[in-house]
Every structure is written in C-alpha cells, then in structure tokens.
C-alpha cells in the first residue's frame, strides 16, 4: 500500500516569545529573548529565579472564566494554540468528516498545578471538598479531550507522554495516522504548564536547571559555559492533512511531513545515552522513513537545551548519521530564547522548521558568546540567515530515554 503524503495546513502557538505562531515565528527570527524572573510564584527559597513564562497573558481573552477555572494551564495554553491551528488552517470540522479529523496533543507532566492545589485543599481541608474537576484537570490526556470536545473531531484521539520528546512523538503519531488512512487530519502537538512550587523544585533538585541570576544569559544552547536548561511554558500545535484532501478545498500549505522515527535509550532515567546513540537512531530512522540521504538535509531544528550531555552528545549523534556534511547544514536552538517548553517543546519547534522551510529562514541561536570547542557545528549566530531549504529535520530528547526526530519537506506539487 502506498503512503499517504500529509502536509502541514495550521499552526497554533502559544510561547515565551509570542502569544501566536506568526508573532513566535517572526521574534524567533529577531532573536527575542523570552526568558526573565518568575513571576508565577514566590521564589525567594529557591535558587532558580527564571523562567519562559508567557508575556502579556490572560485567559480570560479566550475563554470565560468559568471555563478556564475548570481546566488546568496546559490544557487552557493546548485549547489556545489549538484554536488558532484550526482557524488557521480553515478546515471546517462538521458531521460528514469529524470521523476522520483526530486530536493527539501531549503533555510530559499534565496539570501540575491543579496536583498541587488539590493536595492543599485534601491536606486544610479535608476529602470532602476536593474538587470533582480535580481528576479531569490533573490528568495529560484532557487537553485532546477537551479540544476534540469543542471542535467536534471524533477520529483517532489520544495523548502521548513522553517528557521532553512529546510533543514530537505526538506529531509523528498523528502523521502516522494520516499516512496509514485511519484519518484524514489531525490536530497534534504538544503543551505544557510546569512553572509551579512544584515543577520548579523537583527539576531544582535534580540539578537540570540553570542558576544563572541573568535572564538574558540564562539559556545559552551550545555555550561553553552553559549550566542547564530555563524551564518554560506553552504549547504548539498543528494541523496536519493527508495532502489531497488539503489541496481539494484550496488548502495554504507550510510544509510536508516525510519521515518519523522514535526510539529508546534503554540507559538512565534522566541523562542521554553515551554520545547521543539513541538520539542518532532516532535521526536515521526519520530518514529511512522518508527513503532520503543523510546530505540532502540542510538545516536541524536541535533539541539544544543548554545542558553539559544534551549539546554534547546531539552534536556527536548528528556527526555520527551525517558525516562530513553535518558541516554543511545549519543547526540552532529555539530553546535559546524560550527555555524549555519540555513537552510543548516538540510542537512548537516542528512549527518552527516549517516556517522555515516554507519561508527559506533560519532563526539565530541566541547567547553564544563562547563557544564550547567540542561543538564545532554552524550553530547559526548573529541574525537570521536566509536559505534554499528543501529538507529539515526536528529533535526532541526527553527523560526516561525517549528520542524523538521529525523530518519535513519543503512543499512541492
């Protein structure tokens, strides 16, 4: 059976540098810094104090207060983001095709907050007033339930968890899906809202985070002096379409999906497996998934989160599917400017290599001023660069040892 080509028809975001796709798009071209102090709560016990936290936000411009108070942030940021994508995408979902239009939108930690809440109000006040939302709130797969509630979208439905690689895995799912003929399109990508008491002081604990006191040198991808990764916050999503039901009702097309690989570090629960093996699997599974030569590849969207192994041992995984012209393409880390969106990151960064594929761009990495020697890739510092692209490829990494890569392809007929 011959696969289904699927295309990239919406884009929804909601991010540290912008409160739309367009808007993170055109400040990740820019070089915005999205990072500053953490406002969300009192931070003065710990020793991290920034964050990629949303700039100009409130719920209640999308949504009814009621609404809202019934979901926890990552699924109100997914609903946001989700919104946008369908809108933009211009797909009418109705009774003759919401069969065949799924969600498979992903959260790595669900809602955090609405865990921390719940546990003041059992331990102050007792079982008896534990909210009845307090379940439907917490758990990762509400945000697909919630959007496929409000669009009507009753095709394949479900949420991937895989910490920092789920919103890619989430993408790469529904693009199966498509490619299979279970659906026709899928509105995927992945969200996230873990700047709370206890987001933050578990991942304090675990020593991931940077203690950079700078907001505007906190997240510096690549750098020599580089300490760990800013924590963020949000959500990207995309419709994704098999390609001629996209081109029949006239269709804007960002980019096409051409491979999808996923695999397992089977190595330790929070560091990568030595020199990015599983990572580099993951690359050359996308590309065999795709039937396409490591050199034809010009540009990876890279996990970059700022930490020691993760920029060591992607660097090393790239070199090892990519060769010598691993110099040849260009690399970056918008993770640079947002922190890490952990399982929003996906999302966000597949919409990213689209836009840049559909406009010939590359986003700057931001924060390197000193290069660490053993990362000798074209980083892409100093400003966007402009590029013929015709393939690019997006990493995700997460805990736990899941790897993530998504290839695209420049759209052509």
């Given at each position: ?145 919630q959007v496929s509630i409000k669009h009507g979208a009753k095709g394949p439905n479900g ?255």
């Amino acid at each position: 059976m011959s696969k289904r080509r699927v295309v990239v028809t919406g884009a929804g975001a909601l991010t540290p540098i912008g409160n739309t796709a367009p808007k993170t798009w055109e400040n990740a071209l820019n070089g915005y810094n999205g990072i500053g102090n953490i406002t969300r709560f009192d931070n003065s016990e710990y020793n991290i104090h920034v964050a990629g936290e949303l700039k100009d936000f409130d719920v209640e411009n999308y949504m009814d207060k009621k609404t809202a108070r019934r979901m926890d942030r990552f699924t109100q940021y997914a609903m946001i983001a989700a919104d946008e994508a369908v809108k933009d995408s211009g797909l009418e979902i109705n009774d003759d095709n919401a069969d065949r239009v799924g969600v498979w939108i992903g959260s790595g930690i669900g809602g955090i907050q609405a865990l921390e809440d719940g546990f003041k109000v059992l331990y102050e006040r007792g079982p008896r007033r534990v909210s009845p939302f307090f379940v439907p709130m917490m758990i990762p797969d509400m945000a697909s339930g919630q959007v496929s509630i409000k669009h009507g979208a009753k095709g394949p439905n479900g949420a991937t968890v895989t910490a920092c690689a789920t919103g890619t895995n989430s993408i790469g799912e529904a693009f199966k899906f498509i490619e299979r003929g279970q659906a026709d399109a899928m509105i995927s990508g992945g969200t996230e809202a873990p700047i709370t008491k206890m987001g933050v002081a578990g991942f304090q604990a675990n020593k991931a985070l940077t203690v950079t006191e700078d907001p505007d040198k906190a997240s510096r991808p690549y750098s020599a002096d580089r300490d760990g990764f800013v924590i963020g916050e949000g959500s990207g999503i995309v419709m994704l379409e098999e390609l001629e039901h996209a081109k029949a009702r006239g269709a804007e097309i960002y980019a096409e999906i051409v491979g999808y690989g996923t695999t397992g570090d089977a190595y330790h629960i929070t560091a990568p497996s030595q020199d990015g093996e599983g990572g580099a699997r993951a690359m050359q599974m996308a590309l065999d998934d795709a039937e396409v030569q490591p050199d034809a590849v010009d540009y990876i969207n890279g996990h970059g989160t700022s930490t020691g192994y993760n920029d060591l041992f992607e660097t090393i995984a790239i070199k090892t599917i990519f060769g010598d012209h691993a110099y040849q393409m260009l690399v970056n880390s918008t993770k640079s400017m947002t922190g890490h969106l952990l399982g929003g990151g996906g999302g966000m960064e597949a919409i990213i290599t689209a836009c840049s594929l559909r406009d010939g761009r590359v986003h700057p990495t931001i924060n390197l001023d000193h290069p660490d020697p053993e990362l000798d890739l074209d980083y892409v510092t100093g400003g966007p660069v402009e590029a013929p692209l015709k393939y690019a490829m997006s990493n995700s990494f997460g805990f736990g040892g899941h790897n993530a890569s998504l290839l695209f392809k420049k759209y052509e007929e």
